[in-house]
């Protein structure tokens, strides 16, 4: 999906706040970006053609935004059958409650005026949505030109770089096929938690502390044993770097393409077992990112 980018959105004002636990944190807002500017409106659109004719089709931004709103009208609507009771949500899971594609296509442009005439200047940038790692990206200028339209001097200027950051992508989806996705996981610990990463099992035998077995469950569910230990204390747990199939079991049993959220869904689930028997509270973070809490719902 092309969406603009956060320094498009800030220089341009289309940022929207919202209150995630006493902390105000600010995103880009789509939506009034693109009924309240024509050239990012315009633009947009024609890079997501240049993609499609690269054999790349892609998720429309728009059409997403119209999902969404009418998905708001809907929800608005629908009441308990027993009570009335309106279905309830609040501000973060309003925000999550987003487009989420796979890759994000980051534009940032700015039209420059010499004399009479016109050009574009652009950042194109693709980001990993699992990783937040940058896929490919590339910088262009089109030519400057008094009469041709806005998305012509784009195509131009995406012309200039099109074979690198293509190829690019194709490397990313190489690594993708070969090595999985690659995601971060978060565990820490309430204070009313009847047990910390430091607290010992009985494992296959052994006395192991709870840091050491989730690391084995680690071991045994990434692909190939790839992941990191980024972070490790008495109540927090975090590893990043964490390789998963593209494809895993869904609660029916079928295969079914997997994000953070349904891999860390066994570990929640051993968590909750004998041994440990802790309640565990799954929060996702996006695609790529899940924060597991113990102790409490």
Known sequence: MVVPSDAWCIRNGFIQEFNDQGVVKKVCDYQAAMQNNADIRTLVAAMGDFMAQQ???????????????????????????????????????????????????????????????????FNLTAIDAYSSKIISGNTGVGSSSSGAAIETLLQEA??????????????YFDDLFNNGREITVYMQCFDSSPIDFETE????????????????????????GRFSEAERSTNILRYNQVRIPLYGKSLSGRE?????????????????????????????KGLGEIWLFLGEK
Do not use: C, H
Not at 84 to 101: C, F, L, Q, S, W
Not at 201 to 224: C, H, K, R, S
């Open 55 to 121: 054999d790349f089709p892609i998720q429309s931004l728009e059409q997403e935004l119209k999902r969404l709103q009418n998905q708001e009208v809907d929800l608005s609507v629908i009441t308990g059958k027993e009570t009335g009771a309106i279905v309830t949500e609040n501000d973060y899971e309003r925000i999550i409650r987003r487009a989420k594609p796979d890759i994000r296509l980051d534009l940032d442009f700015e039209v420059r005026r010499i004399g009479p005439k016109r050009q574009v200047s």
């Open 201 to 224: 099992f009985d494992y296959n035998g052994q006395t192991a502390e709870l840091a050491d077995i989730i690391g084995v469950w680690f071991e045994e569910n990434t692909l190939n």
């Open 158 to 171: 995406v012309l200039s770089f099109k074979d690198n950051f293509i190829a690019g992508l194709l490397r």
């Open 256 to 284: 079914v393409a997997i994000d953070a959220t349904a891999f860390a869904r066994p570990l929640a689930n051993m968590l909750k077992k004998d041994p440990y028997n802790v309640v565990v509270k799954t929060v996702p």
